[in-house]
T-cell receptor, first 111, second 110 residues
Framework: EPEVTQTPSHQVTQMGQEVILRCVPISNHLYFYWYRQILGQKVEFLVSFYNNEISEKSEIFDDQFSVERPDGSNFTLKIRSTKLEDSAMYFC?????????FGQGTRLTVV | DAKTTQPPSMDCAEGRAANLPCNHSTISGNEYVYWYRQIHSQGPQYIIHGLKNNETNEMASLIITEDRKSSTLILPHATLRDTAVYYCIVSSSGTYKYIFGTGTRLKVLA
Protein backbone atom coordinates (compact mmCIF):
# COMPACT_ATOMS: atom_id res chain seq x y z
CA GLU A 1 0.00 0.00 0.00
CA PRO A 2 1.44 3.40 -0.95
CA GLU A 3 2.49 5.55 1.96
CA VAL A 4 3.98 8.91 2.79
CA THR A 5 7.57 8.54 3.95
CA GLN A 6 9.37 11.02 6.17
CA THR A 7 13.04 11.26 7.04
CA PRO A 8 14.67 11.43 9.45
CA SER A 9 12.43 9.96 12.13
CA HIS A 10 14.24 12.00 14.78
CA GLN A 11 16.42 15.07 14.37
CA VAL A 12 18.28 16.86 17.12
CA THR A 13 19.64 20.29 16.32
CA GLN A 14 21.15 23.24 18.12
CA MET A 15 19.20 26.45 18.48
CA GLY A 16 19.91 28.78 15.58
CA GLN A 17 20.79 25.99 13.16
CA GLU A 18 18.94 25.31 9.93
CA VAL A 19 17.09 22.02 9.51
CA ILE A 20 15.48 20.38 6.52
CA LEU A 21 12.76 17.82 7.03
CA ARG A 22 12.12 15.53 4.12
CA CYS A 23 9.01 13.85 2.84
CA VAL A 24 8.27 11.56 -0.08
CA PRO A 25 4.55 11.89 -0.82
CA ILE A 26 2.46 9.19 -2.43
CA SER A 27 3.51 9.12 -6.08
CA ASN A 28 0.45 10.36 -7.95
CA HIS A 29 -0.63 12.89 -5.35
CA LEU A 30 -0.72 16.56 -6.25
CA TYR A 31 -1.41 18.37 -2.97
CA PHE A 32 1.08 18.45 -0.12
CA TYR A 33 0.93 19.62 3.45
CA TRP A 34 3.00 20.12 6.56
CA TYR A 35 1.53 19.94 10.05
CA ARG A 36 3.20 20.04 13.43
CA GLN A 37 2.30 18.81 16.88
CA ILE A 38 3.99 20.17 19.96
CA LEU A 39 4.11 17.55 22.71
CA GLY A 40 0.72 17.24 24.39
CA GLN A 41 -0.95 19.72 22.05
CA LYS A 42 -3.14 19.62 18.97
CA VAL A 43 -1.99 18.85 15.47
CA GLU A 44 -1.61 22.26 13.76
CA PHE A 45 -1.73 23.09 10.07
CA LEU A 46 1.37 24.84 8.75
CA VAL A 47 1.17 25.01 4.96
CA SER A 48 -0.39 23.54 1.86
CA PHE A 49 1.39 23.31 -1.49
CA TYR A 50 0.08 22.72 -4.99
CA ASN A 51 1.46 23.22 -8.47
CA ASN A 52 4.84 24.28 -7.10
CA GLU A 53 3.55 27.05 -4.95
CA ILE A 54 2.10 27.64 -1.51
CA SER A 55 -1.68 27.65 -1.65
CA GLU A 56 -2.31 28.43 2.00
CA LYS A 57 -0.27 28.96 5.14
CA SER A 58 -1.01 29.49 8.80
CA GLU A 59 0.22 32.22 11.11
CA ILE A 60 2.80 29.78 12.44
CA PHE A 61 4.43 29.55 9.00
CA ASP A 62 6.47 32.73 9.22
CA ASP A 63 9.58 33.81 7.34
CA GLN A 64 11.79 31.26 9.04
CA PHE A 65 9.87 28.45 7.34
CA SER A 66 9.98 27.50 3.67
CA VAL A 67 8.83 24.57 1.58
CA GLU A 68 10.11 23.18 -1.66
CA ARG A 69 9.55 20.34 -4.05
CA PRO A 70 13.05 20.22 -5.47
CA ASP A 71 12.93 17.20 -7.74
CA GLY A 72 9.35 16.17 -8.38
CA SER A 73 9.34 13.50 -5.71
CA ASN A 74 10.59 15.00 -2.45
CA PHE A 75 8.76 17.67 -0.50
CA THR A 76 10.83 19.50 2.09
CA LEU A 77 10.24 21.81 5.02
CA LYS A 78 13.13 24.08 5.94
CA ILE A 79 13.41 25.91 9.21
CA ARG A 80 16.03 28.58 8.79
CA SER A 81 17.06 29.36 12.34
CA THR A 82 15.56 26.96 14.82
CA LYS A 83 14.21 28.05 18.19
CA LEU A 84 13.51 25.96 21.25
CA GLU A 85 9.78 26.32 20.60
CA ASP A 86 10.16 24.63 17.20
CA SER A 87 10.60 21.33 19.02
CA ALA A 88 7.67 19.22 17.87
CA MET A 89 6.55 16.34 15.69
CA TYR A 90 6.31 17.43 12.07
CA PHE A 91 3.94 15.54 9.80
CA CYS A 92 3.84 15.61 6.06
CA UNK A 93 0.64 14.72 4.22
CA UNK A 94 -0.33 14.30 0.61
CA UNK A 95 -3.63 14.16 -1.22
CA UNK A 96 -4.98 13.24 -4.63
CA UNK A 97 -8.76 13.19 -4.13
CA UNK A 98 -10.47 14.47 -1.01
CA UNK A 99 -8.50 12.41 1.54
CA UNK A 100 -5.04 13.27 2.82
CA UNK A 101 -2.63 10.62 4.04
CA PHE A 102 -0.03 11.37 6.65
CA GLY A 103 3.51 10.21 7.18
CA GLN A 104 4.79 8.90 10.48
CA GLY A 105 6.44 12.18 11.31
CA THR A 106 9.82 13.62 12.20
CA ARG A 107 10.47 14.40 15.82
CA LEU A 108 12.49 17.63 15.90
CA THR A 109 14.28 18.42 19.12
CA VAL A 110 15.97 21.81 19.40
CA VAL A 111 18.54 22.06 22.19
CA ASP B 1 -10.67 26.77 15.74
CA ALA B 2 -11.90 23.30 14.99
CA LYS B 3 -15.44 23.10 13.63
CA THR B 4 -16.16 19.92 15.56
CA THR B 5 -16.92 18.98 19.16
CA GLN B 6 -16.07 15.58 20.60
CA PRO B 7 -16.13 14.10 24.10
CA PRO B 8 -12.61 14.15 25.56
CA SER B 9 -12.52 10.48 26.48
CA MET B 10 -14.41 7.20 26.24
CA ASP B 11 -13.88 3.63 27.37
CA CYS B 12 -15.00 0.55 25.52
CA ALA B 13 -14.78 -3.14 26.37
CA GLU B 14 -12.75 -5.28 24.03
CA GLY B 15 -14.95 -7.01 21.47
CA ARG B 16 -17.76 -4.52 21.85
CA ALA B 17 -18.72 -1.79 19.43
CA ALA B 18 -17.20 1.62 20.06
CA ASN B 19 -19.47 4.51 19.10
CA LEU B 20 -17.70 7.84 18.94
CA PRO B 21 -19.90 10.92 18.50
CA CYS B 22 -19.04 14.21 16.86
CA ASN B 23 -20.95 17.46 16.52
CA HIS B 24 -20.35 19.70 13.53
CA SER B 25 -23.36 21.98 13.55
CA THR B 26 -21.79 24.66 11.31
CA ILE B 27 -20.81 22.30 8.50
CA SER B 28 -21.28 23.67 5.00
CA GLY B 29 -22.94 21.80 2.17
CA ASN B 30 -19.72 20.95 0.35
CA GLU B 31 -17.66 19.98 3.39
CA TYR B 32 -16.75 16.39 4.13
CA VAL B 33 -16.56 14.73 7.54
CA TYR B 34 -13.32 12.84 8.10
CA TRP B 35 -12.21 10.56 10.87
CA TYR B 36 -8.59 9.94 11.71
CA ARG B 37 -6.87 8.37 14.67
CA GLN B 38 -3.50 8.88 16.26
CA ILE B 39 -1.74 6.21 18.26
CA HIS B 40 0.82 7.77 20.61
CA SER B 41 2.66 10.38 18.54
CA GLN B 42 2.43 8.55 15.25
CA GLY B 43 1.05 10.25 12.17
CA PRO B 44 -2.74 10.56 11.98
CA GLN B 45 -4.19 7.46 10.34
CA TYR B 46 -7.12 7.84 7.97
CA ILE B 47 -10.19 5.83 8.94
CA ILE B 48 -13.18 6.94 6.89
CA HIS B 49 -14.89 9.97 5.39
CA GLY B 50 -18.33 10.93 4.15
CA LEU B 51 -20.37 13.75 2.70
CA LYS B 52 -24.04 12.93 3.18
CA ASN B 53 -24.52 9.19 3.13
CA ASN B 54 -23.48 6.63 5.67
CA GLU B 55 -20.24 4.91 4.78
CA THR B 56 -18.60 1.63 5.69
CA ASN B 57 -15.15 0.23 5.05
CA GLU B 58 -13.01 -2.51 6.50
CA MET B 59 -12.12 -0.41 9.52
CA ALA B 60 -15.31 1.33 10.54
CA SER B 61 -18.73 2.72 9.75
CA LEU B 62 -19.68 6.37 9.61
CA ILE B 63 -23.22 7.45 10.35
CA ILE B 64 -24.08 11.03 9.39
CA THR B 65 -27.37 12.54 10.51
CA GLU B 66 -29.77 13.75 7.85
CA ASP B 67 -29.14 17.40 8.75
CA ARG B 68 -25.37 16.66 8.70
CA LYS B 69 -24.89 18.42 12.01
CA SER B 70 -23.47 15.38 13.72
CA SER B 71 -21.94 12.01 13.00
CA THR B 72 -20.90 8.82 14.74
CA LEU B 73 -17.90 6.65 14.05
CA ILE B 74 -18.52 2.99 14.81
CA LEU B 75 -15.73 0.50 15.38
CA PRO B 76 -17.76 -2.71 15.29
CA HIS B 77 -15.50 -4.96 17.38
CA ALA B 78 -12.98 -2.90 19.27
CA THR B 79 -9.59 -4.43 20.06
CA LEU B 80 -6.82 -3.25 22.36
CA ARG B 81 -5.00 -1.94 19.28
CA ASP B 82 -7.85 0.51 18.69
CA THR B 83 -6.80 2.48 21.78
CA ALA B 84 -5.97 5.90 20.33
CA VAL B 85 -7.07 9.50 20.01
CA TYR B 86 -9.83 9.78 17.41
CA TYR B 87 -10.28 13.02 15.50
CA CYS B 88 -13.42 14.11 13.71
CA ILE B 89 -12.57 16.78 11.15
CA VAL B 90 -14.65 18.86 8.81
CA SER B 91 -12.66 19.87 5.79
CA SER B 92 -11.98 23.39 4.75
CA SER B 93 -12.96 23.66 1.11
CA GLY B 94 -10.37 24.75 -1.40
CA THR B 95 -7.11 23.51 0.03
CA TYR B 96 -8.78 20.82 2.16
CA LYS B 97 -6.54 21.71 5.07
CA TYR B 98 -7.49 19.98 8.30
CA ILE B 99 -8.14 21.82 11.54
CA PHE B 100 -7.65 19.32 14.32
CA GLY B 101 -9.42 19.57 17.64
CA THR B 102 -8.45 17.70 20.76
CA GLY B 103 -10.27 14.53 19.70
CA THR B 104 -11.65 11.68 21.78
CA ARG B 105 -9.20 9.51 23.67
CA LEU B 106 -10.62 6.00 23.33
CA LYS B 107 -9.38 3.38 25.72
CA VAL B 108 -10.28 -0.21 24.92
CA LEU B 109 -10.35 -2.30 28.05
CA ALA B 110 -9.52 -6.00 28.23
Amino acid sequence: EPEVTQTPSHQVTQMGQEVILRCVPISNHLYFYWYRQILGQKVEFLVSFYNNEISEKSEIFDDQFSVERPDGSNFTLKIRSTKLEDSAMYFCASRMGVVAFFGQGTRLTVV
Amino acid sequence: DAKTTQPPSMDCAEGRAANLPCNHSTISGNEYVYWYRQIHSQGPQYIIHGLKNNETNEMASLIITEDRKSSTLILPHATLRDTAVYYCIVSSSGTYKYIFGTGTRLKVLA
